[in-house]
């Protein structure tokens, strides 16, 4: 077990990562983090970056390109747990990615939820079962708590990434990663519980490395943690997260979380299922 110099995290030689990255599965790690929330380091102070910075920045643009490469997810099967501290339950999951397809496939009781990345629209869709249709989440229940947890519908869709005003504020820095910071606002047909995301995207992997959800006072309510990653595959060696940490944070106080749901991946193996 040792310290990873890049990111903080444990890092040993079976670790919970995403399944990620072909041939450099730690930049698949970032991804997978990126679909859920983040690739989350030690929380920070709610402070900005120098706006001197900001022309060192590049376009918005490229770097929503970069970033939804880095989403082209491996053929993979993680099952785990999602635990609540609402209800003191826990839910049996498993994972499926492939390409720009996630599918959360919560087993008692049974709900599907799948999330397509496609460039510039992602959507979730959800079903009780294998054999359902698909029907979209409706803009309605976008916010809505998942099963009495704290993982809402937006929080797995991630579309803050697309939406039209989305400003630059600098660059900062996060445990020793250079990171390019934006702050994206909810249109009128967004539909979004934030008055604004606050994002930090890695210079180096092209990766979220935080992301708050933001109230209309700039404070933050809404913030995703991965605090453990593992190594699966047996060909071809993947990096998952093992466990992650969403939490709805007290706005009036800082970097306090009211409550927390902790998503525990177990196991994972090649092979999804998935046919995109």
């Known amino acids: 077990m040792r310290n990873d110099s890049l990111t903080g995290f444990r890092v040993s030689s079976s670790l919970l990562s995403a399944p990620f990255m072909k041939s450099r599965p730690f930049l698949r790690l970032l991804g997978l983090c990126t679909t859920l929330g983040l690739l989350s ?3 920070l102070a709610d402070t900005l970056p120098d706006p001197a910075t900001k022309n060192d920045v590049p376009p918005i643009s490229l770097v929503q390109a970069n970033l939804w490469k880095r989403l082209d997810l491996a053929d993979f099967t993680l099952t785990g747990v999602v635990k609540s501290n609402n209800n003191k339950k826990q839910y049996p999951i498993k994972l499926l990615t492939k390409g720009h397809e996630l599918v959360y496939e919560f087993q008692k009781p049974p709900l599907q939820i799948r999330v397509q990345l496609d460039p510039g629209v ?8 294998s054999s359902a249709p ?6 309605a229940e976008m916010s809505k708590s998942i099963l009495d947890t704290d993982i809402t519908y937006e929080d797995l869709g991630i579309d803050f990434v697309n939406w039209d005003d989305i400003q630059v ?3 900062d820095n996060i445990k020793t990663l250079d990171a390019y910071v934006f702050e994206a ?6 539909h979004s519980r ?10 180096q992997y092209w990766a979220f490395l935080r992301i708050d959800g933001l109230n209309a006072k700039e404070q933050t309510i809404k913030r995703v943690e991965v605090q453990d990653v593992m190594e699966v595959g047996n060909v071809h060696k993947y990096y ?11 706005p009036d106080k800082d ?5 927390t749901t902790l998503i525990q991946i177990d196991d994972g193996k090649e092979g999804s299922g998935l046919t995109q």
């Open 41 to 43: 380091l030690p929380a």
């Open 122 to 129: 992602f959507s979730v869709q959800k079903r009780s079962s």
């Open 134 to 139: 698909w029907a979209d989440v409706s803009s």
């Open 169 to 171: 504020l600098g660059t």
């Open 185 to 190: 606002k909810p249109g009128p047909k967004d």
């Open 194 to 203: 934030f008055a604004a995301v606050r994002f930090w995207v890695s210079k």
């Open 240 to 250: 998952v997260f093992k466990v992650m940490k969403v939490a709805n944070m007290e």
């Open 255 to 259: 970097d306090i979380a009211k409550s």
